[in-house]
């Protein structure tokens, strides 16, 4: 499974992001995906997930800011992030949940 995330970049506290992350996946709208997030010196971190009925579910540091969408017609995923803060900065990755492959990840960087 290839899977490439996109659209990271550095931006000031209180900004937005949005991510995407296409993939190989050849039944895509079957499974759920995973945005994790790796900050410099910490364990990677699970984000946000999707369902493949369109049900999500956020860890509590992002509940209310971030959020997780899909388009199954191009087998790409989003994150969108706003009201950045600094401790969200770090590596973002996607993933699908029933398959072990790690994609390359985006940088994201929130200054103060």
């Known amino acids: 499974v290839q899977l490439q995330a996109s659209g990271g970049g550095l931006v000031q506290a209180g900004g937005s992001l949005r991510l995407s992350c296409v993939t190989s996946?050849?039944?895509?709208?079957?499974?759920?995906m995973d945005w994790y997030r790796q900050a410099p010196g910490k364990q990677r971190e699970l984000v946000a997930r999707?369902?493949?009925?369109?049900?999500?579910n956020y860890a509590d540091s992002v509940k209310g800011r971030f959020t997780i969408s899909r388009d199954n017609a191009k087998n790409t995923v989003y994150l969108q992030m706003n009201s950045l803060k600094p401790e969200d900065t770090g590596v973002y990755y996607c993933?699908?949940?029933?398959?072990?492959?790690w994609g390359q990840g985006t940088q994201v960087t929130v200054s103060s």
């Open positions: 993933k699908a949940l029933s398959y072990a492959s």
């Open positions: 996946l050849t039944f895509f709208s079957r499974n759920a």
């Open positions: 999707i369902f493949s009925a369109g049900s999500t």
